[in-house]
């Protein structure tokens, strides 16, 4: 939010640099990103200031001054035309000094030319010869001298300045005409010269989205008060109005149809309003705090939106009269859209509404997206010529800016004009569902007080009367069936110090508290209880309140105040949390192996999972009653879908991934209702370890790599050497020699058995399983599946295992092997077997027979042909064998040889190849 420092002191003084202002805004929560200097003297290089030790706060500045000889308020009293140039006029100018005669091709000045004197002379901003500004002509900003030069045969050593050429604005087609009451020869910068912080307001900073809400901060953290009327309220806070003419409520009325997405509803009225520009200052405040000027109806509800923080909109109430049959007495209702209903919004776009939009709409329809944006048919309109001409638009018969249909040939005369308070989430879900920000969205999407509609309808109307004349009709239509409460908190200087750890008195606390309009009461020789102002909903009840005045407290009295100090509360004992250590180990090796872990959306539709190829139930799934995006309405039941998103959007960029994702799935609970969350309880949430590899085995560099295409035995590995990291059933037993074999184990080793999963390829996929135990599936994606999605031709391989069985499988101790003392005995075994018989049952037996000799057995060679017969596979396995306690005799390798064979006979009728 850009906030214009001279706005800012019609509600604070300021005593204060401004750099120093902005550095306790930022300490205090509201940070200042920049500092825009328009005219002020600008700070030489960046703004530091020092909050404690080597910290350095650093805020970005820009700008240009405007020397106070050279740059000041003139007056034209003459244009004439150039006798060689049509496109130039002569200004007879007078800058409080002396007359000049000015050369310049503004577009703005052509309709004086040639009228003579002028009665009220045109007051501009006038640029002495030697002054420095920006070229209006270059893009960017660049810093030019006026030096005197000739034109077209006469002298130009000076001009009126436009906008651009002052740092105010982009605005470089006409010059700069100022208010009437601008003083001939004054220095501009002492005129309108300004500075503008701006600010960033975040959700829990909403309160201070306005000048006056800013106001309140500077004016807590230097100790100046507030300015305030003769009625108490904060100056140019509302109420101050002239009531004239006939009472409101014989023309107005209001049916709020649902209170929780609209607590209150505020109408005034104005009649015989003139449409015409604002006042040229007042158009100055609306661009520097980044808001485009459009007429003096318009611009006053921009400019109490800004003020008070509370956004307005403004009717023709003549059209809304027109829509139901001219009748003198106009209701309007806030109600949730029709299904398929439209509106053609402001900015000329017909917009389709879903049931839980809210409308603000009269009996004949709907008339504006409640607290988002107005209607094209209703809007204030400025039928004048010469604004369509400004404006650059040729306005053809029945047909208004912007190319929107309109039957209106005159301007606005009356003006209905809303304030109103929305439920904030609502609008947060309107705006995302319509693509829709705008200024009045972002305050009310981050909460308004409803007690602020009253203030800004009166704010907008009092404003308008004044750069409109007209009259406002007597009172206000204001529906409220549901106002907050006011929350109330106790408050000791024990909690001070407990929390915060600074010793502050009662008296103290009771001071800042009031600084920032709480009101507080002492209810106790050392107990304060404060209320939260009425235009606050950030503060909660209970601990939380407690917690929220302790904040504010500690921002007021300055973070960077506050002493360290030890943590004087006993700690609590520590215990340990296997389950998230394992996971965190799981974690650890899939990155060492060479894996990058992602984290994506928990919200999915079912669409979207239905990519996948699963069989789904939409009944099962927990559907949000509130979801940040109309195709994320779900929570998921596959964490897989979520990683493969994360692939297709990655595989234009990356040809080669290695992901994984640890992450629940929500599976609704038994009993209630999931597709609209009635009686519904908290859903179940497995957890799951999703896995997905794609691309060349290694990234080509300055050395050989292997780059052919990862497949199945790529993931198998990683998976393989993942369950041998964590010790996945290494229960020792003794084994048949009397040796404790680690690798022996109950409940099992991990097996690897063919699968039939429809989502991946057949005949290239398996299943894990541990003492029978499934604990996950893997392979290569199905092409049908592969269809559905984005991907590049290589191979995708894919896991997902069942992560809370796996952690339930990890070990808490297990035994660990020295580095062997004693030489291995190597050894190759071919065997003959049936070819259904999996490799990895033939291993398994292996170490069974082996015991804890055998210290490893790796499968390098696999032979099928007409020798060895049809229906029969030859396996060949390299054997190590290795005692840690002696070197194996030739004997002790036999015999345990011996025993191998015999057993693979005996189970698995497999025969030595000789």
């Known amino acids: 939010m850009k906030v214009p420092i001279s706005w800012l002191k019609d509600f604070v003084d300021i005593t204060i640099p401004i750099e120093e202002l902005a550095r306790r805004l930022t300490l205090a929560g509201l ?6 200097y328009v005219g002020l003297p600008l700070p030489a290089g960046k703004v530091e200031g020092h909050t404690s030790g080597d910290s350095v706060l650093e805020i970005n500045t820009s700008g240009i001054e405007w020397a106070a ?4 308020v003139a007056s034209v009293s003459e244009m004439t035309p150039h006798p060689n140039a049509d496109r130039l006029v002569l200004c007879k100018l007078y800058d409080g000094e002396q007359e000049h005669v000015v050369l310049t091709g503004a577009p703005n000045l052509f309709p004086y030319k040639g009228i003579g004197q002028m009665e009220k002379p045109l007051k501009v901003a006038y640029a002495r010869e030697g002054a420095q500004i920006y070229d209006g002509h270059q893009p960017g900003h660049i810093l030019t001298t006026l030096e005197r030069a000739k034109i077209r045969g006469f002298d130009s050593y000076s001009m009126i300045c436009s906008e651009k050429e002052l740092g105010i604005s982009e605005d470089h087609e006409g010059v700069i005409l100022l208010d009437e009451d601008a003083p001939v020869g004054a220095p501009l910068v002492e005129y309108m010269g300004d500075a503008v912080l701006d600010i960033s307001i975040l959700p829990n900073t909403a309160r201070a989205a306005s000048i006056l809400g800013v106001a309140r901060e500077v004016a807590a953290l230097t100790g100046q008060p507030l300015k305030k009327d003769e009625g108490g309220r904060a100056k140019d806070e509302g109420g101050r109005m002239k009531d004239e003419g006939s009472s409101i409520d014989e023309l107005l009325s209001i049916e709020i149809q649902n209170p929780q997405l609209n607590p209150r509803f505020v109408l005034g009225l104005i009649q015989d309003v003139q449409i015409c520009p604002s ?7 609306l661009k520097l705090a980044g808001m485009r000027p459009i007429n003096n109806i318009v611009d006053a509800t921009n400019y109490a939106m800004l003020e008070l923080g509370e956004p307005l909109h403004a009717f023709d109430y003549d059209v809304l009269v027109g829509r139901i049959a001219n009748s ?33 709409c009269d009996t004949a329809g709907a008339l504006s997206i409640a607290g988002v944006m107005g209607g094209a048919e209703s809007e204030v309109y400025d039928a004048s010529k010469e604004v369509l001409d400004a404006q650059g638009i040729e306005a053809k018969e029945g047909e208004m800016p912007g190319g929107k249909s309109s039957m209106r040939s005159q301007s606005t005369v009356n003006v209905l004009l809303e304030g109103a308070a929305w439920n904030f989430t609502n609008i947060r879900r309107t705006v995302r569902a319509q693509n829709l920000p705008s200024e009045a ?5 981050r909460g ?13 109307l009092e404003l308008m009367q004044q750069w409109a004349g007209g009259v406002i009709v007597p009172g206000l239509v204001d529906n409220y069936p549901l106002p907050p409460i006011t929350p109330t908190v106790a408050i000791t200087p024990e909690d001070v110090k407990r929390w915060l750890g600074i010793e502050l008195g009662i008296g103290e606390i009771k001071k800042i508290l009031e600084a920032l309009e709480f009101n507080c009461s002492l209810v106790a020789d050392n107990c304060l209880l404060a209320a939260a102002p009425d235009h606050r909903l950030d503060i909660g009840e209970g601990i939380t309140g407690k917690a929220d005045l302790l904040e504010e407290i500690a921002r007021i009295y300055g973070y960077e105040r506050i002493p360290e100090t030890r943590l004087s509360d006993e700690l609590p004992p520590q215990r340990s949390n296997p389950a998230l250590e394992r996971e965190e180990r799981i974690r650890d090796l899939l990155t060492k192996m060479g894996l990058h872990e992602v984290v994506s959306y928990r919200m999915t539709s079912i669409e979207r999972e239905a990519r996948l190829g699963m069989d789904l139930n939409p009944a099962a799934y927990v559907r949000l009653a509130n979801p940040i995006a109309s195709d994320r309405y779900v929570m998921r039941q596959s964490l897989l879908s979520s990683v493969m998103e994360v692939v297709e959007r990655n595989a234009r960029m990356r040809e080669r991934m290695t992901l994984f994702e640890i992450g629940p799935l929500f599976i609704a609970s038994e009993g209630g209702d999931p597709s609209t969350g009635s009686g519904q309880g908290l859903p179940n949430e497995p957890q799951r370890l999703a896995i997905v590899l794609t691309g060349p085995r290694g990234i080509p560099g300055w050395q050989p790599v292997d780059v052919t295409m990862m497949d199945f035995y790529d993931l198998k590995g990683v998976l393989v050497a993942l369950l041998e990291e964590l010790h996945v059933g290494q229960v020792s037993k003794p084994d048949e020699v009397g040796y404790r074999n680690p690798t022996y184990e109950l409940p099992g080793n991990p097996t690897y058995e063919p699968a039939a999963h429809p989502i991946f390829h057949p005949g290239k996929q398996a299943k894990i399983q541990v003492g029978g135990r499934p604990i996950g599936v893997f392979g290569e994606l199905h092409p049908l599946v592969r269809q559905n999605y984005d991907l590049p031709a290589s191979p995708l391989l894919a896991a997902e295992l069942d992560l809370d069985a796996l952690l339930a499988l990890i070990p808490e101790r297990y035994e660990s092997q020295p580095v062997p003392a004693y030489p291995p005995v190597l050894e190759d075994l071919a065997l003959l077997v049936d070819e259904s018989l999996p490799a990895e049952r033939v291993a398994q037996v292996i170490r069974q027979a082996g015991g804890r000799i055998v210290t490893g057995v790796r499968l390098f060679d696999v032979y099928r042909g007409e020798k060895i017969g049809v229906g029969k596979k030859s396996l060949a396995y390299s054997l190590t064998y290795q005692a840690p306690d002696k070197t194996l005799a030739d004997k002790d390798v036999a015999g345990i040889r011996t025993r191998i064979i015999r057993r693979l006979e005996q189970e698995l009728s497999a025969v030595l190849r000789s």
């Open 31 to 36: 940070e200042v990103e920049a500092i825009q």
């Open 69 to 72: 000889d050279k740059i000041v």
């Open 279 to 285: 006042p040229y200052k007042t158009q100055l405040r």
């Open 328 to 360: 003198p007495h106009v209701k309007i209702i806030t109600r949730t859209a029709k299904p398929g209903e439209k509106l053609t919004t402001l900015d000329g776009v017909e917009r389709t509404l879903d049931e839980k939009t809210v409308l603000v």
């Open 441 to 445: 969205s972002f305050r009310f999407s």
């Open 448 to 460: 308004v007080h409803p007690a602020m509609a009253e203030r800004g309808a009166k704010r907008g």
